[in-house]
């Protein structure tokens, strides 16, 4: 009995351990579920923000990419089948559209005068609207400037190319036997001229050909403010123009179609005012509509064709001399220089041009042919063969170098084709100076300044290998002071033209 209770009391001990063993058995298992949803909860958060932030991504991706598609077929588009582009400013441009594209035609004008301050170029264009237009290009300030002028302001091209056909002829026929020179040519820019000083641009628009002649436009352009003005319009043919030392003055002559009632010349020289803007001679005429040159005579009709600038205010020019009441006489033609602030006909010495002059004739040289004068003499039987004659113009011509008032007449007395050949000339870097370059220089040039060093000292020996030709060596002295002067050889050539010599040549008398 006591066995048994003893045994029901262990029994019992054993089931209450069971028990807690249990429940702390449960109780982890509860706590394990705890966990267990705990962390799924946390897991399924962070996989829905996940999922969230993988969508914003996707979406932000697709538009990237949709942006970029675009692009990619725009610039494939155009990259590869030339469609249309936009510029940064919304314009519509393509690979070709370039302004040369857009141009039916394009020609360079050649411009004459110039320089480095300005370097214009100037094209005579027609877009595809056609219309024809000027295109200059010129530095302005420093800056490059691009500047255009249509038939607005220069209504001569309207349809110039257009017009072109045949020798210039609108209907395409040909004009037969003529040959115009190159600034002659019908429709075209015959002539353009940049005035550096006065800051314009000179162009002879050509029209229509009429015969052997141009219907043509003169106009001025002002490079400052773009300002156009016409200078004239008239039908000839008109010689290269000329701009004077300093550019003061431009002179030309023209060839006037007969029978135009306008002028009684045929050949007319013109000089006009680069400043005002002013013709001083129009027509070979002075503004108050006489004739140029008040040493000229009554009762004859004079010719001139301009040769060149002698000086910056003389012109040279070829003078044919007919009379007004006999169509059918020969003219009497030779070579004059004009001095226009006086007024005056020269003799190419520089003397006063006579009646007596004119009227002795000679071929475009100015020579004398050796007919009879008004007294019954022979102009040039005068003994100009001796050696005092021609001397004696040498001598002047270094009187007239060492005198600042007279230094002109020494230029007078040199030839166009004047050359100075001298060792000294080595040290400059030349080996010869021409008419042109002391022209070109002015009076204050090293070259001017050169021949002002030098004066006559001694005749040496003189020979004429004709009447018309003198060689004579002697001896000058040169230095720019008394202590530095030397002798030296020398030889110069001279010949007659007209009724005076002139100097075509001074070299070293060992040459």
Same mark, same amino acid.
């Given at each position: 009995m006591t066995i048994t209770a003893a045994a029901a009391g262990k029994t019992q001990v054993v089931d209450v351990k069971r028990r807690k063993s249990l429940i702390v058995f449960l109780v982890s298992i509860l706590m394990l579920a705890g966990a267990i949803i705990y962390f799924d909860t946390k897991l399924l958060d962070h996989v829905k923000q996940t999922?969230?932030?993988?969508?914003?991504?996707?979406?932000?991706?697709?538009g990237d990419s949709t942006a970029v598609t675009e692009q990619g077929l725009s610039d494939e588009g155009d990259g590869e089948d030339g469609e249309e582009q936009k510029d940064d400013d919304g314009s519509?441009?393509?690979?070709?559209?370039?302004?040369?594209?857009?141009?039916? /035609? #394009?020609?360079?004008?050649?411009?004459?005068?110039?320089?480095? +301050?300005?370097?214009?170029? !100037?094209?005579? *264009?027609? $877009?595809?609207?056609?219309?024809?237009?000027?295109k200059l290009r010129y530095y302005k300030d420093g800056a490059t400037v691009e500047n255009e002028l249509d038939e607005g302001q220069i209504p001569e091209l309207a349809d110039i190319f257009g017009s072109r056909g045949g020798n210039g002829q609108s209907d395409g026929t040909q004009q037969k036997d003529v040959a115009f020179q190159a600034g002659d040519t019908p429709y075209s820019i015959g002539q353009a001229l940049l005035n550096p000083v006065h800051g314009q641009l000179y162009l002879m628009?050509?029209?229509?050909?009429?015969?052997?002649?141009?219907?043509?436009?003169f106009y001025v352009i002002d490079l400052g403010d773009m300002s156009v003005k016409k200078l004239f319009s008239y039908p000839a043919k008109y010689g290269k123009m000329y701009?004077?030392?300093?550019?003061?003055?431009?002179?030309?002559? /023209? #060839?006037?179609?007969?029978?135009?009632?306008?002028?009684?010349? +045929?050949?007319?020289?013109? !000089?006009?005012? *680069?400043? $005002?803007?002013?013709?001083?001679?129009?027509?070979?005429?002075?503004?108050?509509?006489?004739?140029?040159?008040?040493?000229?005579?009554?009762?004859?009709?004079?010719?001139?064709?301009f040769e060149g600038w002698h000086t910056s205010g003389i012109i040279k020019l070829i003078r044919e001399k007919r009379p007004e009441d006999d169509t059918g006489a020969e003219p009497v033609q030779m070579e004059v220089l004009y001095d226009i602030a006086a007024d005056l006909l020269l003799n190419l010495d520089g003397t006063e041009l006579s009646?007596?002059?004119?009227?002795?004739?000679?071929?475009?040289?100015?020579?004398?042919?050796?007919?009879?004068?008004?007294?019954g003499s022979v102009p040039g039987d005068e003994d100009l063969t001796e050696a005092g004659d021609p001397v004696e113009q040498l001598m002047s011509f270094y009187r007239y170098l060492g005198s600042d008032a007279d230094y002109h007449k020494a230029m007078l007395m040199l030839g166009d084709d004047f050359v100075l050949r001298m060792g000294i000339l080595t040290q400059f870097g030349v080996s010869e100076i021409h008419k042109s370059d002391i022209d070109a220089q002015g009076d204050a040039s090293m070259y001017a300044e050169l021949l002002r060093a030098a004066r006559f000292d001694s005749l040496a020996d003189v020979q004429?290998?004709?009447?018309?030709?003198?060689?004579?060596?002697?001896?000058?002295?040169?230095?720019?002071?008394?202590?530095?002067?030397?002798?030296?050889?020398?030889?110069?050539?001279?010949?007659?033209?007209?009724?005076?010599?002139?100097?075509?040549?001074?070299?070293?008398g060992n040459q």
């Open positions: 999922s969230q932030q993988q969508e914003n991504q996707e979406e932000e991706a697709g519509v441009a393509s690979d070709t559209d370039s302004e040369e594209d857009q141009l039916n /035609f #394009s020609e360079n004008v050649p411009v004459s005068y110039n320089s480095p +301050e300005y370097d214009i170029s !100037v094209q005579l *264009c027609e $877009n595809k609207d056609k219309r024809a237009f000027l628009v050509n029209g229509a050909g009429m015969g052997q002649y141009v219907q043509s436009s701009f004077n030392r300093d550019f003061s003055l431009l002179a030309y002559s /023209f #060839s006037d179609p007969p029978n135009m009632n306008v002028y009684q010349e +045929e050949s007319i020289v013109e !000089v006009l005012d *680069c400043a $005002n803007l002013e013709f001083l001679i129009r027509g070979s005429r002075k503004p108050d509509n006489s004739i140029i040159g008040r040493n000229s005579a009554e009762g004859f009709i004079y010719d001139y064709a009646e007596g002059d004119s009227d002795k004739g000679g071929d475009s040289q100015g020579m004398d042919p050796g007919g009879p004068d008004d007294t004429m290998p004709d009447e018309n030709t003198a060689v004579i060596s002697y001896q000058h002295a040169i230095g720019l002071t008394a202590e530095s002067q030397f002798s030296q050889l020398m030889k110069a050539r001279m010949e007659r033209r007209g009724t005076s010599w002139v100097i075509t040549l001074i070299e070293d």
